[in-house]
């Protein structure tokens, strides 16, 4: 019996994601591409310990949609300075980022799955920003390259790790004699050795300051990438050579 056209991975259409990703970095729609040419059944399989946990029975039951909570900007700033859902809202701001934002470039054509999957995965997507501000990585190339890794050892997701090796090879070239494989590999043992984040509360963490939840998932400080930073700050130019951006 042959696999259904959602399962089955496509190697050629994730190297061509890889390709336009990498000319141009902030078409972010290509990692959703990528990531849905080798997703698999990896996301079946997340989703079914997400099931078994206490916090994915009380999301799936609620139907809880986490975008609804970082949709709610007033909210957010009202919160005190040091928690996540503050400094979540801190870090879109100077950014200029959205959480809808984030909605939009994923709006890719994909066959239907069952809602529960959906509401999963969507949850997964919004995930992403939360852990900028958790682990400390920026949103630079080297920042991005370290964050996907270490959501590769979170979700098993193929074209996370796919991503992370071509950007830390191009960012490597780019910045010879600096260890940003070193730091990428680093993201990518810090996101073995933490709790699982895609079975977090994190409606729950959005009041909780952002030291405890590092402490309560075990998530390492990201040494090396910072050290490359200072290394950069000096230059006033980021791991790849764009303007260095605040990180929380």
């Known amino acids: ?87 979540y809202y801190d870090f879109m701001a100077a950014e ?25 995965r969507e949850r997964n997507r919004e995930m992403h920003d939360l852990l900028h501000v958790i682990t400390g990585y920026g949103r630079d190339a080297l920042g991005e390259a370290c964050l996907v890794a270490f959501s590769f050892a979170q979700t098993k997701l193929k074209g996370f790790a796919l991503i992370a090796l071509f950007a830390a090879r191009r960012i490597a070239r780019a910045r010879p004699g600096q260890p940003v494989r070193r730091a990428v590999f680093e993201g990518y043992r810090h996101g073995c050795s933490a709790g699982w984040m895609p079975g977090a509360d994190w ?12 402490e309560q998932f075990a998530i390492k400080p990201a040494t090396c990438y910072h050290g490359i930073l200072a ?10 050579g764009h303007p260095v951006p605040a990180v929380p």
């Open 1 to 87: 019996m042959s696999r259904p056209a959602s399962l089955r991975l496509r190697p050629i259409a994730a190297l061509r994601a890889v390709r336009n990703l990498m000319r141009n970095r902030e078409d972010t729609q290509q990692v959703f591409l990528l990531i849905e040419a080798l997703r698999g059944k990896t996301t079946l399989r997340q989703f079914a310990r997400f099931r078994q946990t206490e916090t994915g029975r009380a999301v799936l039951g609620e139907n809880r949609r986490l975008l609804d909570r970082l949709s709610d900007w007033a909210s957010l700033a009202a919160l005190p300075a040091g928690t996540l859902g503050r400094a």
């Open 96 to 120: 200029s980022l959205s959480a809808e934002g984030l909605v939009a470039l994923s709006r890719i054509e994909r066959p239907p799955a069952a809602d529960e999957v959906t509401l999963f």
């Open 231 to 240: 290394t950069a700050h000096s230059a006033h130019t980021d791991a790849s």
């Open 203 to 214: 409606e729950a963490l959005l009041t909780q300051p952002v030291g405890a939840i590092r």
